[in-house]
């Protein structure tokens, strides 16, 4: 049997994963249907498990086997993703000397085997780089520098350093450098909590166990060969994205050439692991010995959920949804309760929190104990669940509104979070706004589907920015009137951006940057906001609409259904990732296609600002018969 490196972290999630993997291989090497699969009963009590992973239409009989997990963004954006590795190569030349051995085909890649206990493994190196000293190993990962650069620290009082110094495009860990002052930048227990945090592989360690699990493979085909002796020229490093790059706009023809910026910066920067991974190889070790002891028993039984399961994040099991976690109900779990990542303390003092709750059988929002509730707004949702009623503070909610400045401007970007900066003045994986809807609202209730609606949506995968920027100031009045959004900070965010890299345009937009205002300060709140309106602290931080159907979230997707009939599920394109998806396909279409696509694309931008106006509207009907008598907040069936 062979295990490559991608196959180690899938193994040592838990015991079952490998159980689940052979069943799954089984019954598709059995070359039959699920209905004939179970009615055999090849595998003796595992139909339950086989018929969570496959999901049969009754109609068709066609078969779709749910733990394949297709990411369409990830396939559209996968040329970038190359070309992150491929300048990688590049740059490693450049930094280390020498030659780079690199290659989109990972099975032209540098190889590194080993046999041990009947199991072949097995992994190919993103960069092998010698030079006349050293032998560097690099793991490319398309992620950032940031969140590395971020670990800081310092003394109480004072300033806070990341606790990698940056010398020459390599970041090495600044206790590790001779002669480095640290206890003048950071008490040193600090820097070693810090430096913990490298550790936890399903966390900010994640890549560092790759890379760890890569040195683990190398050291053990030189000791399997008894040349151990050729190890001390090996070095280790993550290879990232260079979170300060900021590109200068060369190009050659259409092709950017991501030379160092104005600041010296590289596209990619290098982080020296060769430590820390010396010290993951004990762990390693033992995650090894757990993989070998699952791949023996073969154990498909249920076991607890836990970080390894990555619910909710990109790198969530695909076990996890069909079969392992298919018992959270999508509405009102008991992780829906709003901000509480904290979780519940129980009667003994302990804190209970995320999958524990479901491993515990707290399962729904009403099994958590009521005792264990202690802030206002996680009762609110308790009792709406409980008793089917709708929350709403009514008074709050009229304050808001007459906050409002006239003409209310709807706007909402669509953006391409593209690994590699396309753009002048671009960095890694800036939200590069291709498209915008903007809805006029003119007066109270005044404003037009489509008459008052403009729609800008670049034609092409080239520099577009400027004509949209003039499009926005042709309608948006930068002296008058509301910039209003759902999360607001994001449009904010990219006026910003905008007004950074056009500076003749600056004055214009930060005016637009300065009238933002958040339909969520309307239905959840904005403390600072209602105290400043007068409302007590406690009032001001709850919010001021609830419905069972939120299910603990206000975004639009949810919102939407609460205050308005409108749909998203007729749509062509139905949601933000489809939308990055069609406009990284532009090249890839038929002009039928294309126009097609980019007709699909202006009714979805189009429905999300309209969908503001329809809940804007609701909630003034709501608060129309604001009463006297102070029963202004309110639950009611």
Same mark, same amino acid.
């Given at each position: 049997?062979?295990?490559?490196?991608?196959?180690?972290?899938?193994?040592?999630?838990? /015991? !079952?994963?490998?159980?689940?993997?052979?069943?799954?291989?089984?019954?598709?090497?059995?070359?039959?249907?699920?209905?004939?699969? /179970?009615?055999?009963?090849?595998?003796?009590?595992?139909?339950?498990?086989?018929?969570? @992973?496959?999901?049969?239409?009754?109609?068709?009989?066609?078969?779709?086997?749910?733990?394949?997990?297709?990411?369409?963004?990830?396939?559209?954006?996968?040329?970038?993703? +190359?070309?992150?590795?491929?300048? #990688?190569? %590049?740059?490693?030349?450049?930094? &280390?000397?020498?030659?780079?051995?690199? *290659?989109?085909?990972?099975?032209?890649?540098?190889?590194?085997? &080993?046999?041990?206990?009947?199991?072949? $493994?097995?992994?190919?190196?993103?960069?092998?780089?010698?030079?006349?000293?050293?032998?560097?190993?690099?793991?490319?990962?398309?992620?950032?520098?940031?969140?590395? @650069?971020?670990?800081?620290?310092?003394?109480?009082?004072?300033?806070?350093?990341?606790?990698?110094?940056?010398?020459?495009?390599?970041?090495?860990?600044?206790?590790?450098?001779?002669?480095?002052?640290?206890?003048?930048?950071?008490?040193?227990? =600090?820097?070693?909590?810090?430096?913990?945090?490298?550790?936890?592989?399903?966390?900010?360690?994640?890549?560092?166990?790759?890379?760890?699990?890569? %040195?683990?493979?190398?050291?053990?085909?030189?000791?399997?060969?008894?040349?151990?002796?050729?190890?001390?020229?090996?070095?280790?490093?993550?290879?990232?994205?260079?979170?300060?790059?900021?590109?200068?706009?060369?190009?050659?023809?259409?092709?950017?050439?991501?030379?160092?910026?104005?600041?010296?910066?590289?596209?990619?920067?290098?982080?020296?692991?060769?430590?820390?991974?010396?010290?993951?190889?004990?762990?390693?070790?033992?995650?090894?010995?757990?993989?070998?002891?699952?791949?023996?028993?073969?154990?498909?039984?249920?076991?607890?959920?836990?970080?390894?399961?990555?619910?909710?994040?990109?790198?969530?099991?695909?076990? &996890?949804?069909?079969?392992?976690?298919? @018992?959270?109900?999508?509405?009102?779990?008991?992780?829906?309760?709003?901000?509480?990542?904290?979780?519940?303390? !129980?009667?003994?003092?302990?804190?209970?929190?995320?999958?524990?709750?479901?491993?515990?059988?707290?399962?729904?929002?009403?099994?958590?104990?009521?005792?264990?509730?202690?802030?206002?707004?996680?009762?609110?949702?308790?009792?709406?669940?409980?008793?089917?009623?709708? $929350?709403?503070?009514?008074?709050?909610? #009229?304050?808001?509104?007459?906050?409002?400045?006239?003409?209310?401007?709807?706007?909402?970007?669509?953006?391409?979070?593209?690994?590699?900066?396309?753009?002048?003045?671009?960095?890694?994986?800036?939200?590069?706004?291709?498209?915008?809807?903007?809805?006029?609202?003119?007066?109270?209730?005044?404003?037009?589907?489509? +008459?008052?609606?403009?729609?800008?949506? #670049?034609?092409?995968?080239?520099?577009? %920015?400027?004509?949209?920027?003039?499009?926005?100031?042709?309608?948006?009045?930068?002296?008058?009137?509301?910039?209003? *959004?759902?999360?607001?900070?994001?449009?904010?965010?990219?006026?910003?951006?905008?007004?950074?890299?056009?500076?003749?345009?600056?004055?214009?937009?930060?005016?637009?940057?300065?009238?933002?205002?958040?339909?969520?300060?309307?239905?959840?709140?904005?403390?600072?906001? $209602?105290?400043?309106?007068?409302?007590? =602290?406690?009032?001001? +931080?709850?919010?001021?609409?609830?419905?069972?159907?939120?299910?603990?979230?206000?975004?639009?997707?949810?919102?939407?259904?609460?205050?308005?009939?409108?749909?998203?599920?007729?749509?062509?394109?139905?949601?933000?990732?489809?939308?990055?998806?069609?406009?990284?396909?532009?090249?890839?279409?038929?002009?039928?296609? &294309?126009?097609?696509?980019?007709?699909?694309?202006?009714?979805?931008?189009?429905?999300?600002?309209?969908?503001?106006?329809?809940?804007?509207?609701?909630?003034?009907?709501?608060?129309?018969?604001?009463?006297?008598?102070?029963?202004?907040?309110? @639950?009611?069936?």
């Amino acid at each position: 049997m062979a295990v490559t490196k991608t196959d180690f972290v899938n193994f040592t999630r838990c /015991k !079952r994963y490998a159980a689940l993997e052979e069943i799954n291989r089984e019954k598709l090497e059995a070359d039959i249907s699920y209905k004939t699969y /179970k009615e055999l009963e090849l595998k003796e009590n595992l139909s339950e498990i086989v018929s969570s @992973m496959y999901e049969i239409n009754e109609e068709t009989g066609e078969e779709t086997d749910l733990t394949e997990k297709v990411d369409r963004q990830l396939e559209a954006m996968m040329d970038y993703y +190359k070309l992150v590795e491929k300048e #990688a190569g %590049r740059i490693s030349e450049n930094i &280390f000397g020498g030659k780079s051995i690199y *290659a989109e085909k990972t099975k032209e890649q540098e190889c590194f085997d &080993f046999s041990l206990n009947g199991i072949r $493994y097995i992994c190919y190196v993103d960069i092998y780089n010698e030079n006349e000293e050293k032998v560097n190993i690099v793991e490319v990962k398309a992620t950032t520098s940031k969140k590395y @650069m971020d670990l800081k620290a310092g003394h109480k009082k004072c300033d806070k350093f990341s606790i990698w110094e940056r010398i020459d495009n390599v970041n090495y860990l600044k206790g590790e450098l001779s002669g480095y002052n640290l206890e003048e930048e950071m008490p040193l227990e =600090e820097y070693e909590k810090k430096r913990e945090k490298l550790f936890d592989r399903y966390r900010l360690g994640q890549y560092v166990y790759d890379l760890s699990i890569q %040195r683990y493979f190398i050291e053990h085909e030189f000791l399997s060969t008894h040349t151990e002796d050729k190890l001390i020229k090996f070095r280790y490093y993550l290879g990232v994205l260079n979170a300060d790059y900021v590109f200068d706009g060369t190009y050659e023809g259409k092709k950017p050439i991501y030379n160092p910026d104005s600041d010296g910066n590289e596209l990619i920067t290098f982080f020296d692991m060769t430590k820390i991974t010396e010290e993951y190889q004990k762990f390693i070790d033992g995650d090894r010995e757990k993989l070998e002891m699952y791949l023996q028993d073969l154990d498909a039984s249920p076991c607890s959920l836990s970080i390894s399961c990555g619910y909710k994040k990109r790198a969530e099991c695909k076990y &996890f949804a069909p079969l392992c976690g298919s @018992m959270i109900p999508k509405k009102n779990s008991s992780m829906s309760y709003i901000q509480n990542g904290f979780g519940f303390v !129980r009667e003994d003092g302990t804190r209970i929190k995320g999958v524990d709750l479901i491993n515990e059988g707290y399962v729904n929002m009403l099994d958590i104990p009521e005792e264990w509730i202690t802030k206002n707004y996680h009762h609110i949702q308790r009792e709406s669940l409980a008793f089917d009623k709708v $929350y709403i503070d009514k008074e709050k909610i #009229a304050e808001g509104l007459k906050q409002l400045k006239y003409p209310i401007y709807h706007l909402d970007f669509e953006t391409m979070p593209c690994p590699v900066p396309r753009f002048r003045g671009e960095w890694p994986y800036i939200q590069s706004p291709f498209e915008f809807s903007l809805h006029i609202e003119r007066e109270p209730g005044v404003c037009d589907k489509d +008459k008052d609606n403009i729609v800008f949506l #670049a034609k092409t995968h080239e520099d577009e %920015r400027e004509d949209m920027i003039k499009l926005m100031l042709k309608y948006m009045n930068p002296d008058e009137g509301t910039l209003f *959004a759902q999360n607001v900070s994001f449009e904010k965010g990219r006026i910003k951006e905008l007004a950074s890299m056009f500076p003749e345009y600056r004055k214009d937009l930060m005016k637009l940057y300065d009238r933002g205002f958040d339909l969520l300060w309307l239905v959840n709140t904005n403390s600072k906001m $209602y105290e400043d309106l007068g409302f007590e =602290e406690e009032r001001a +931080k709850t919010f001021n609409f609830y419905d069972k159907r939120l299910s603990g979230s206000f975004s639009i997707k949810k919102t939407l259904p609460v205050f308005s009939d409108l749909s998203y599920d007729n749509l062509v394109v139905k949601n933000g990732t489809e939308a990055i998806v069609e406009y990284a396909n532009y090249e890839k279409m038929s002009k039928e296609e &294309f126009m097609l696509k980019y007709q699909a694309l202006i009714i979805y931008c189009k429905q999300d600002t309209w969908a503001m106006v329809e809940i804007l509207n609701s909630l003034r009907e709501l608060v129309k018969d604001l009463s006297k008598n102070g029963e202004n907040v309110v @639950m009611f069936t």
